[in-house]
């Protein structure tokens, strides 16, 4: 089992930054981790992951969003930039099996809102 945690989110103007936090723990290493986001009326959507070393984005946040592992410390790391009012919704960390390069989440956080106004 993997319990994930979520921190950081909040209030931002458009332009600005925010750097989530998701801290890891349990008895399983899951082999992707990434950041998904949904927004109220809207389907959860992938955001990044982190799939044996790779990174990816989808092409809404690619080149303003980045993602990081610390694997040492158990942490995933999501820094945003030039947030848009689109980017608003609330962010869950989740980690779950590889297949081929995309994450299948099998764990969840709580999720952290994120809004831009």
């Known amino acids: 089992h993997v319990q994930l945690v979520e921190s950081g989110g909040g209030l931002v103007q458009p332009g600005g930054s925010l750097r989530l936090s998701c801290a890891a723990s349990g008895t399983r290493r899951p082999s992707c981790m990434g950041w998904w986001r949904q927004a109220p009326g809207q389907e959860r959507e992938v955001v990044a992951t982190v799939v044996a070393g790779s990174l990816s984005y989808s092409d809404s946040v690619k080149g303003r969003f980045f993602i990081a592992q610390d694997n040492a410390n158990n942490m995933l790391y999501l820094q945003m930039n030039l947030l848009k009012p689109e980017d608003a919704a609330m962010y869950y960390c989740?980690?779950?099996?590889?297949?081929?390069?995309?994450?299948?989440?099998?764990?969840w956080g709580q999720g952290t809102q994120v809004t831009v106004s």
């Open positions: 989740a980690a779950g099996r590889r297949l081929g390069w995309a994450c299948d989440p099998d764990y």
